[in-house]
């Protein structure tokens, strides 16, 4: 198994900026593709980013394209996403999960929030305006 922590959340102005990580431990993290998603209220989880186990792919949707940087420290267990621009929108929580193995490195996989097996608690971004 693989147990995730996410951390970094917080209240902040629009156009300011927050990190988020996520730390693993558990089985093999380095081995693991690692997603980020998000859920306001009343919507449903969406997917933000995702990295690959070794950190050299990387995907993003597009309204974060530009604005977010999502990376890995293999050594540390710890993902991060940096978070830049933020506005209203963002507000969310936001969850890490791992990778179900197998599952390709396709934009129809990395979306599904059913290609995920391990997922953390969340942690809380609101950005306000």
């Known amino acids: 198994q693989v147990q995730l922590v996410e951390s970094g959340g917080g209240l902040v102005q629009a156009g300011g900026s927050l990190r988020l990580s996520c730390t693993a431990s558990?089985?093999?993290?380095?081995?693991?593709?690692i997603g980020w998603f998000r859920q306001a209220p009343e919507n449903e989880r969406e997917f933000v980013s995702a990295?690959?186990?070794?950190?050299?792919?990387?995907y993003y949707t597009d309204s974060v394209k530009g604005r977010f940087t999502i990376s890995r420290d293999n050594a540390r267990n710890t993902v991060y996403l940096q978070m830049n621009s933020l506005n209203a929108e963002d507000t969310a929580v936001y969850y890490c999960?791992?990778?179900?193995?197998?599952?390709?490195?396709?934009?129809?996989?990395?979306?599904?929030?059913?290609?995920?097996?391990?997922w953390g608690q969340g942690t809380s971004v609101t950005v306000s305006s």
């Open positions: 999960a791992a990778m179900k193995p197998g599952k390709g490195w396709t934009w129809i996989q990395l979306r599904a929030v059913t290609s995920f097996e391990y």
């Open positions: 558990g089985r093999s993290f380095s081995s693991v593709h």
């Open positions: 990295i690959s186990w070794s950190g050299i792919n990387t």
